[in-house]
T-cell receptor, first 116, second 113 residues
Framework: GAGVSQSPSNKVTEKGKDVELRCDPI?????LYWYRQSLGQGLEFLIY????????KSGLPSDRFSAERTGGSVSTLTIQRTQQEDSAVYLC??????????????FGSGTRLTVV | QKEVEQDPGPLSVPEGAIVSLNCTYS??????FMWYRQYSRKGPELLMY????GNKEDGRFTAQVDKSSKYISLFIRDSQPSDSATYLC?????????????FGQGTILTVHP
């Protein structure tokens, strides 16, 4: 597609349920990032994919969070046993080059997760 | 203490004003500095990119980096209502082979007609 697509755009879930967030990056972009944006906070790095592997998953807050990427394309971020503090906007970004410093990332519009 | 500090504002200015947005950082290894603009309910988009110290100009936007003070700025001249958005500074070390960014909290800017 023309941009980074994320689904769903909004998700309301009950505390304790599992959720899956999907990211469809720009075709051909090998690098993919997940960030989390909480109210009043900047973007917090979660995980980086290069192809299907995740060289850096240091930002995942707990073992309830996991992510995978298949076919060098679509990525899924899974949050198990959701807690209210997981409420945030989850943003996915992709870039053609790994460093992304000159071209920057292209971000999706995010998934707004609300845990009630 | 956060690695990158940015005043969240909000900042409200009249149309045509010069806007100054700033970030300070603590990690002297940061070499690449970016400014992103984020409209409501949208993902951030890259506005400006600079490497190391110096100035860079692009139309009404000027980015400045002062590595000795660990201080970066974004200036917007002749501000327009369409500039109303959240502005995020971001940076990375460049020492790794990928583009993990550390962001400031973002400054909410409103330009009123």
């Amino acid at each position: 597609g023309a941009g980074v697509s994320q689904s769903p755009s909004n998700k309301v879930t009950e505390k304790g349920k599992d959720v899956e967030l999907r990211c469809d990056p720009i075709s051909g972009h090998t690098a993919l990032y997940w960030y989390r944006q909480s109210l009043g906070q900047g973007l917090e790095f979660l995980i980086y994919f290069q192809g299907n592997s995740a060289p850096d998953k240091s930002g995942l807050p707990s073992d309830r969070f996991s992510a995978e990427r298949t076919g060098g394309s679509v990525s899924t971020l899974t949050i198990q046993r959701t807690q209210q503090e997981d409420s945030a906007v989850y943003l996915c970004a992709s870039s053609l080059e790994a460093t992304a410093r000159r071209s920057g990332y292209t971000f999706g519009s995010g998934t707004r997760l609300t845990v009630v | 203490q956060k690695e990158v500090e940015q005043d969240p504002g909000p900042l409200s200015v009249p149309e045509g004003a010069i806007v100054s947005l700033n970030c300070t950082y603590s990690n002297s290894a940061f070499q690449y500095f970016m400014w992103y603009r984020q409209y409501s309910r949208k993902g951030p988009e890259l506005l400006m990119y600079t490497y190391s110290s110096g100035n860079k100009e692009d139309g009404r936007f000027t980015a400045q980096v002062d590595k000795s003070s660990k201080y970066i700025s974004l200036f917007i001249r002749d501000s327009q209502p369409s500039d109303s958005a959240t502005y995020l500074c971001a940076m990375n070390t460049g020492g790794t082979s990928y583009g993990k960014l550390t962001f400031g909290q973002g400054t909410i800017l409103t330009v009123h007609p």
